[in-house]
């Protein structure tokens, strides 16, 4: 049986969780095999220090089955200045069956073309910016619209994931991964959504991002 090719690109400062929660899913995929693509071997930085290591390259990268992009703040803008980057993307994107994103790795799909017209979602602090690359914000942690599927902030990648282990494989290898890797959120806060954080607390983690959104908007409105 052919191998169902998942690849995840990679770029530097992207952020770890982004990549890593759904590679931990799909991994268990069965016949399913990963590929971590960069522009080179060379170690890839993310956002917290890790450094991740690529398995390919975008020039040597077989065709995909499902590509994933992740997100990571600045990390992301500079990913949507580079022409290599953003037509490996588009490329890949042509003949695989499904073309994915978390978190602002959707606006690297973005520029590449790939959500124009389509129902998207990100992360809470830039679904605003969805717009600007011909896309409607739709409020959910996932969004399905044909073989695009795009997930919300950062840890919305796993539930992105077992989304996508069940339409190919069915809910109950989803759900056996699911439970392979104790997947039962019990967070001490009430306050992973913006409409259940506080005016504060949610004004705060904004500002956080301030800096990227100002990043993207230069490079989606020059």
Known sequence: MTAF???????????QLDFTGPLQVLNRLPESKMHIVAKSLEPVPSDCGLSLVPTTTF??????????????????????KDLETVDFVRKQAVGARYITS????????????????????????????????????????????????????????????????????GKETAQAIQLGIEYDPAPPFTTGHPDRAPASVKT???????????????????
């Open 102 to 169: 978390v978190c602002t790795g959707a606006f690297l799909l973005g520029v590449a073309g790939l959500l124009r017209g389509r129902r998207a979602t990100t992360h809470w602090a830039y679904t605003d910016l969805l717009t600007l690359v011909g896309a409607t914000f739709e409020k959910a942690r996932v969004v399905k619209d044909g073989n695009v599927f795009t997930a919300g902030g950062v840890s919305s990648g796993i539930d992105f994931a077992l989304h996508i282990v069940a339409e190919i494989a």
């Open 59 to 80: 020039k040597d990268c077989c065709p995909l089955d499902l590509i994933c992009v992740p997100g990571g703040g600045i990390g992301v803008a500079e990913a949507m």
């Open 204 to 222: 705060l983690a904004f500002n956080r991002n301030a800096k990227p959104r100002e990043a993207y908007l230069a490079v989606l409105q020059p």
């Open 5 to 15: 090719n998942i690849g995840f690109a990679i770029f530097p400062n992207l952020t």
